[in-house]
Nanobody, 128 residues
Framework: EVQLVESGGGLVQAGGSLRLSCAAS????????IGWFRQAPGKEREGVSC????????YYPDSVKGRFTMSRDNAKNTVYLLMDSLKAEDTAVYYC?????????????????????WGKGTLVTVFP
């Protein structure tokens, strides 16, 4: 069974940090580009990071660049998103997604037409 399971969300004060994890199973992880997306209440989903299949390249939109760091451990079939200097506007459900033999856009996300698998999300709430 294919699974992407996010964890690490929670309640954090503005200026604080959280590290999200996304554990994959049921597919050949190394063949997939992985991205993190988020969706805040009443807003459209947006990509917040993307990492190449070998972890050598990462991409971020300007909204999180310098604050978020994505990494992956292919031996553990897991990706991480370290979020520093969190702001109230970072409050959202965060999802990881996997795309087979695909690419990261220069804007920091996987084009959604290439995504094969989605996780169910983890909620991040940043309070003032």
């Amino acid at each position: 069974e294919v699974q992407l399971v996010e964890s690490g969300g929670g309640l954090v004060q503005a200026g604080g940090s959280l590290r999200l994890s996304c554990a994959a199973s049921g597919f050949t992880f190394d063949d997939y580009v992985i991205g993190w997306f988020r969706q805040a209440p009443g807003k459209e989903r947006e990509g917040v990071s993307c990492i190449s299949s070998n972890g050598g390249s990462t991409y971020y939109p300007d909204s999180v660049k310098g604050r978020f760091t994505m990494s992956r451990d292919n031996a553990k079939n897991t990706v991480y998103l370290l979020m520093d200097s969190l702001k109230a506007e970072d409050t959202a459900v965060y999802y990881c997604a996997a795309a087979l033999y695909y690419y990261c856009s220069g804007f920091g996300y996987i084009p959604t037409d290439g995504i094969t698998y989605w996780g169910k999300g983890t909620l991040v709430t940043v309070f003032p």
